[in-house]
């Protein structure tokens, strides 16, 4: 054994030591709240991930042996025009998405955090269409934004705006996916109602003797310490944002006008099990991964510049 490993040895072992009894049994409790979902991730998930990485470096239509062909699916990623175009469609959706909803859902929460009459029934209904059926959903948007008969049209005729064609427009199919989203706010909403309970009162009452305003409060003291669960529901809102499916095949199955809702998973779905490219599909959903991780790596890597942790700890 070397003197390096010797003395890191000792260094581990000092901090063992150092660590108080109270922080190991958090550590111990915290391990045992994941466990399920570790268990359920090493033998649900991990081995599906496998079988498709090495799916990627094959050509297979489900119905011969797959062959071996290297890195040709990956490189036919970059000359296949529908993938820059899904790609397209999916950043200009989360880029306009992820924000409004973010704003959407932090307000509605601000305002069911006042102690008003009737409050635990508006907090059930802004968060019932949350845990509507994704089909039920979509049915109903689908009759809200009807050219002819729907409720967004009437809207618009009423205050004397021009009809839209809404799905039938490729101007227009990609914002009515991002109005859609603003349906299902309620999981932020709830998650950001529960931070709003850890904000402390003495912080309010120490801004308003110092003479801040409404909005010097919510700047000073409210968003500093939301700022990790800004941080959360931004890392889960553009995560689900890359995820859209269910709504988009059940309303333009073939891409919309122009291709024009041809989301990412969309068009992995098309290829895997409508041309029955597995191999490719596989390649692309690798693509997929990566940028997802990357752009979680770069907001959990910017996180540390805005985002406040009470105990003075970054993460």
Known sequence: MSVDTVARTRRRAN?????????????????????????????????????????????????????????????????????GKSLYNTAFFTFFSVPLNLAAALGAALLLNLR?????VFRTAFY???????????????????????????????????????????????PAFILMTMWGIGNSMVIFLAGLQGVPQSLYDAALVDGAGAWQRFRAVTLPMLSPVILFNLVLGIIGSFQI?????????????????????????????????????SAYAWLLFLVIMVFSLVQLGMSRRWVYYEGGDQR
């Open 15 to 83: 901090v063992r030591r150092r660590m108080p009894r109270h922080r190991v049994r958090e550590a111990i409790d915290g391990y045992l709240f994941i466990a399920p979902w570790l268990v359920g991730f090493v033998f649900l998930v991990s081995g599906p991930m496998i079988a498709s990485l090495l799916m990627s470096f094959t050509e297979w239509d489900l119905l011969s042996s797959p062959r071996w062909i290297g890195l040709a699916n990956f490189q036919q990623l970059f000359s296949d025009p529908l993938v």
């Open 116 to 120: 008003i009459r009737g409050r635990s």
């Open 128 to 174: 019932l269409p949350a845990i509507m059926p994704a089909v039920a959903n979509a049915i109903l948007w689908f009759w809200i934004l009807n050219p002819e008969v729907g409720l967004a049209n009437l809207l618009l005729r009423r205050f004397g705006l021009p009809e839209l064609r809404w799905l039938e427009d490729p101007a227009t199919a990609k």
């Open 245 to 281: 499916f269910t709504s988009a095949y059940l309303l333009t199955q073939d891409g919309g006008p122009e291709q024009s809702t041809l989301f990412s998973v969309l068009y992995l779905y098309r290829l895997g099990f409508e041309q029955f490219r597995m191999g490719y599909a």
